[in-house]
T-cell receptor, first 115, second 114 residues
């Protein structure tokens, strides 16, 4: 079945630094990838939709300069949290879909802690 | 606008009890998908089911069953003979087939006690 790999699973970084999270579709071509953010004990909030080869579409209230998304190939999308601050600490999770995938497959998530 | 409501924030049952998790949705779309996901403490989202809006047949998979009622915009999830391993947060989600975006409910935290 469709598998999405997300790395790293956990990352701790210092305030002011940037962190890159990778989302890879392992056995299918992901034409579209989604990035979600989840605060503790809350639901998943869609941050942006990323289509291969084009600019990501950000949801209202999400800073595109803060959360850089790149979907350079059909198997890889990256989310870079730039100049991270403690309030960026959260659980980030990606999902991907493609022509041969069934529904949406989620990555295992990345827990970001900014100290 | 789309909305998914999971009215039950937390449910606690004793092992072997049956439990139903409610999900009510709102959408103006005529074609959409409904999902249920399980999120164990480890954090990853586990896909449980996808239901097309045109398919109102109920589905059973082992101890899991889903009741889709378009007339009441509900897509409820029942776990029969619950087990401790069923303890997790369960999310119901609605996908707009045109935009492909999913809207999630707030989740129901299920605790199954031994």
């Amino acid at each position: 079945g469709a598998v999405v790999s997300q790395h790293p699973s956990r990352v701790i970084c210092k305030s002011g630094t940037s962190v890159k999270i990778e989302c890879r579709s392992l056995d299918f071509q992901a034409t579209t990838m989604f990035w979600y953010r989840q605060f503790p004990k809350q639901s998943l909030m869609l941050m942006a939709t990323s289509n291969e080869g084009s600019k990501a579409t950000y949801e209202q209230g999400v800073e595109k300069d803060k959360f850089l998304i790149n979907h350079a190939s059909l198997t890889l999308s990256t989310l870079t949290v730039t100049s991270a601050h403690p309030e960026d600490s959260s659980f980030y999770i990606c999902s991907a879909t493609g022509a041969r995938s069934y529904g949406y497959t989620f990555g295992s998530g990345t827990r970001l802690t900014v100290v | 606008a789309q909305k998914v409501t999971q009215a039950q924030t937390e449910i606690s049952v004793v092992e072997k009890e049956d439990v139903t998790l409610d999900c009510v949705y709102e959408t103006r779309d005529t074609t959409y998908y409904l999902f249920w996901y399980k999120q164990p403490p480890s954090g990853e989202l586990v896909f449980l089911i996808r239901r097309n809006s045109f398919d109102e047949q109920n589905e059973i998979s082992g101890r899991y069953s889903w009741n889709f009622q378009k007339s009441t915009s509900s897509f409820n999830f029942t776990i029969t003979a619950s087990q401790v391993v069923d303890s997790a947060v369960y999310f119901c989600a609605l996908e707009n087939t045109n935009a492909g975006k999913s809207t999630f409910g707030d989740g129901t935290t299920l605790t199954v006690k031994p």
